[in-house]
Nanobody, 126 residues
Framework: QVQLVHSGGGLVQAGGSLRLSCAAS????????MGWFRQGPGKEREFVAA????????MYADSVKGRFTISRDNAKNTVYLQMNSLKSEDTAVYYC???????????????????WGQGTQVTVSS
């Protein structure tokens, strides 16, 4: 069983930056692929970014490409989401997730992920 704990959310002005962290423990957490998802007010949860177990493959939603960067440090069992040039439409609860079934892949489908964090609020003021 993998546990995921977020940190780094908060309130930021439009154009600013935040870095989210997701620390994993339990199981073989460093061998999972990881993803970030978000759910804005009144919206369904959507894919943001994914990274495979080695960090050699990444994928982004079109809405964040060029502004967000996903990375991981397997020695620390932590995945990061660096968010730059934030916009009001980035306001959401952000979730990290781990997939033990597709460690070598980058997957946008939330049903591929087995473990989820509790979420962290990101609010971008305009």
């Amino acid at each position: 069983q993998v546990q995921l704990v977020h940190s780094g959310g908060g309130l930021v002005q439009a154009g600013g930056s935040l870095r989210l962290s997701c620390a994993a423990s339990g199981g073989t957490s460093s061998s999972n692929s990881m993803g970030w998802f978000r759910q804005g007010p009144g919206k369904e949860r959507e894919f943001v970014a994914a990274i495979n177990w080695s960090g050699g493959r990444t994928m982004y939603a079109d809405s964040v490409k060029g502004r967000f960067t996903i990375s991981r440090d397997n020695a620390k069992n932590t995945v990061y989401l660096q968010m730059n040039s934030l916009k009001s439409e980035d306001t959401a609860v952000y979730y990290c997730a781990a997939s033990s079934r597709f460690p070598a892949e980058v997957v946008a489908n939330e049903y591929a992920y087995d473990y989820w964090g509790q979420g962290t609020q990101v609010t971008v003021s305009s």
